[in-house]
């Protein structure tokens, strides 16, 4: 007997023979097209991304007008993916949440219903607690579906069908912006004001050949859901709108007041009693959540990287207020304005990048007037479409008209027909002249039309038809009037989203920014005095006050000092290394010096090998003498050695067995160098032979025959050289006549003068 088993395919019969990289590449260009066409790009034409045309086309077969009821988001979710968008149900959601927080969009296309997040950044509840419906917006936006003017084409799965994209007048590319990520490309368009949009589309229809500029003059820039303040200049926001790239920078608004003169201006300054003021925000830039921007300004205040700022207090409601209270009423306010500007995202900027898709789904970057062509061609084109569709119900309905009114006439003998003939459809079509339609119609007519009132409001219908059919037709037979048409439901629409109605009204305001007052931020810094301590092992801490050098610091276990010195909270710290290298550090960054401190490396990128051979006070146009160990060295501008990363900055070159072993601050009456070798013989030469550089290895300061460098530093001729004299005295001793010394630099030198230390060190 035959087994009845059937036996599993080999999985490997399926494996196709074919280069890797061609397979991969193919794969994943199937995978970039349908990203750039089918999800991350808006269409130019409604301005939506699949995603949020479904879900809107689901709400709509919902009934959720803005006059009807609400439902639960979750029912919205579940036709969505389960009818249209087979994707996850947390990013339809997502999508549907922005689609009804007006701090995103402009124009909201959903009315929500309770908690559907926050400006704060707070997320929105889950999609069982909520409940949405469409607004007047979105339902403009879907007008004229049910009239021809779009395609529609099957769903994913061939059971439904969705429009290809929507009909209505509203702007909403430009109206409410878009942002998205594909493959190899991105889209970046910010929210407009519909008034203007309307007004330069009003302007290009009337006139193609209009320059950009004139365009700009109608058209004045972003217009963001959140208000603020664009302060770039209008050459440069034009610039931007007519490659179709570029950034704008977006501040937020300071709230109004009176100035000294009594009149209101935007200068956020509340007065308060005693000659106290404080800073108050009443707008934020777009997309910055107001909960980080605190976060953002309270670590600045507890960092003590913004010391004129005592205090940041969120008294914000339903209208934001953010309050700034300075350290002093002395503070300039305009100073803590810019400083706020450049350390947090009060100021931002937001990319432009006008990437869509035009009518033929295809992806490219457009400026603004190529973009609003466009826009025209295709509202020109649902124009037609739509009056063409009713061109064809105008034709239906009057085939039956013509039909009712030969019945009116001939009222008796349709009558006859139909109570004698046993098929009376074909005597009637005979007899009058009649189309099958027609006759359909006659014989289901309802008894109670047969009145004569009937045939007048016929006869009337037929005129309106008529009449309604000729204007149609003049319309698709002249491009002129088809544009005097969408020029007059452009108009009626920027009525509605006028500048002088609450959602129309213009919210961010383009001014120009003065230009930027140059100030520090180190100047911010509170000055105060401190000891800068750093140990053998590397643990550096600031004490406050100036503390006695040879005090007897406490240091960890088997740890031991290294560096003592003296600055101010506001100096910079030059830390230099053996290897080379110069790291900056800031004296109002040390650690408090109530513990150990904490270990430099974690402050600076220093190699594990590199020991820290000096620590110096930066000052301004002074001078430091380099020198290595093999005795070659130069003069280094204290100014070139600032670092402004954690890598710091390579200064001297050094090879193997070669290291960076002398640095000294040169005093600006010093005019000689003096070194002394291993070997224990002594040179001093003109400083003037001492080159000035940036990088590099120098230039030899003596010539040995054997060893190397002990010791260099500076001094002044006419005072002769010191040095400290060994013992508990600390006498110094000076040997005024050096002349037996001076020699030209890279001499050998002579043995020192009596009495110089053993150690060969000055």
């Not at 002579?750 to 009495?755: D, L, S, V």
């Amino acid at each position: 007997m035959p087994s009845t088993t059937t036996e599993e395919p080999d999985p490997f019969d399926a494996i196709v023979d074919a280069p890797f990289d061609s397979a991969l590449s193919e794969r994943y260009l199937v995978y970039a097209l349908s990203t750039i066409t089918a999800r991350s790009l808006p269409d130019l034409r409604d301005g939506l991304k699949p995603v949020h045309r479904r879900l809107l086309w689901a709400m709509r077969q919902l009934k959720l007008d803005p006059t009807g009821g609400f439902k639960k988001s979750a029912r919205v979710v579940g036709d969505v993916i389960g009818k249209y968008h087979p994707h996850g149900d947390a990013s339809v959601y997502d999508a549907m949440v922005r689609l009804a927080q007006d701090w995103s969009l402009r124009y909201p296309l959903v009315e929500g219903q309770g908690n559907f997040g926050n400006i704060d950044g707070d997320n929105a509840a889950a999609y069982r607690y909520t409940e949405a419906r469409l607004t007047r917006t979105a339902i403009r936006l879907m007008a004229g579906l049910d009239e021809g003017t779009v395609d529609f084409v099957p769903t994913y799965n061939g059971e439904e069908e969705e429009p290809e994209i929507f009909p209505g007048l509203f702007p909403n590319l430009l109206a409410n912006g878009a942002t998205g990520i594909a493959v190899g490309m991105a889209t970046s368009i910010p929210s407009h004001n519909v008034a203007e949009i309307v007004d330069a589309t009003l302007l290009l229809i009337d006139n193609p050949h209009a320059e950009h500029a004139q365009l700009m003059e109608v058209f004045h820039g972003p217009d963001f859901a959140t208000g603020g303040v664009v302060v770039d200049s209008p050459a440069a926001i034009s610039a931007a709108y007519e490659s179709g790239k570029g950034a704008i920078r977006v501040r937020g608004r300071f709230s109004t007041g009176r100035d000294e003169a009594g009149n209101w201006e935007e200068t956020g300054i509340e007065k308060l009693g005693g000659g106290q003021w404080q800073l108050v925000i009443s707008e934020i830039p777009y997309m910055l959540p107001k909960g980080k921007l605190i976060e953002q300004v309270a670590t600045l205040i507890a960092d003590k990287k913004l010391p004129i700022l005592e205090d940041i207090r969120d008294e914000s409601d339903e209208h934001i207020r953010i309050v700034f209270v300075p350290k002093s009423r002395n503070v300039d306010p305009d100073l803590l304005k810019e400083s706020l500007y450049k350390l947090t995202d009060l100021e931002s900027r937001f990319g432009l990048n006008l990437n869509v898709l035009d009518a033929r789904r295809t992806p490219g970057v457009l400026g603004l007037k190529q973009l609003l062509q466009e826009w025209i061609i295709s509202q020109i084109d649902i124009l037609v479409r739509r009056s063409r569709h009713r061109l064809d119900k105008i034709a239906a309905r009057l085939e039956l008209v013509e039909g009712y009114i030969v019945a009116y006439l001939n009222l008796d003998r349709i009558i006859a027909i139909i109570r004698n003939e046993d098929e009376p459809k074909p005597v009637m079509i005979a007899e009058f002249n009649l189309t099958d339609r027609q006759a359909e119609a006659i014989l289901n007519m309802r008894l109670r039309s047969l009145r004569k009132l009937e045939e007048m409001e016929l006869r009337q219908e037929r005129d309106d038809l008529l009449a309604e059919q000729d204007e149609l037709q003049k319309l698709l037979d002249s491009p002129a009037r088809q544009r005097t048409r969408l020029k007059r439901d452009l108009t009626t629409l920027r009525k509605e989203y006028g500048p002088d109605t609450p959602l129309g009204r213009r919210r961010t305001t383009i001014a120009e920014a003065a230009p930027t007052r140059e100030f520090s931020l180190d100047a911010m810094i509170e000055k105060a005095p401190v000891t800068v301590i750093l140990s053998a092992r590397g643990w550096i801490r600031g004490a406050s006050g100036h503390e006695p050098l040879d005090k007897d610091y406490k240091y960890k276990e088997g740890d031991g000092p290294a560096f003592v010195l003296h600055a101010q909270t506001t100096d910079k710290l030059l830390l230099a290394c053996d290897n080379g290298r110069f790291y900056t550090l800031g004296a109002d960054k040390l650690p408090s010096a109530r513990g150990f401190g904490e270990p430099v490396r974690t402050m600076v990128d220093i190699d594990a090998a590199a020991q820290i051979i000096a620590v110096v006070v930066y000052r301004p146009k002074a001078q430091l003498l380099l020198a290595s160990n093999a005795g070659r060295g130069f003069v280094a501008e204290m100014d070139e050695l600032l670092a402004e990363t954690r890598k710091g900055r390579g200064v001297m070159s050094t090879k193997p067995d070669v290291r960076l072993t002398i640095v000294r601050e040169i005093p600006p009456e010093h005019d000689h160098v003096a070194a002394v070798g291993e070997n224990r013989k002594l040179v001093i030469f003109s400083l003037a032979e001492m080159p000035v550089m940036a990088k590099g290895q120098g230039v030899a300061l003596m010539r040995f025959r054997e060893g190397g460098l002990s010791d260099a530093t500076t001094l002044r001729l006419e005072d002769g050289l010191s040095w400290k004299m060994g013992g508990e005295t600390g006498r110094t001793r000076t040997e005024s006549d050096v002349r037996l010394w001076k020699v030209a630099r890279g001499a050998a030198g002579r043995m020192p003068p009596n009495g110089f230390p053993r150690d060969n060190k000055f």
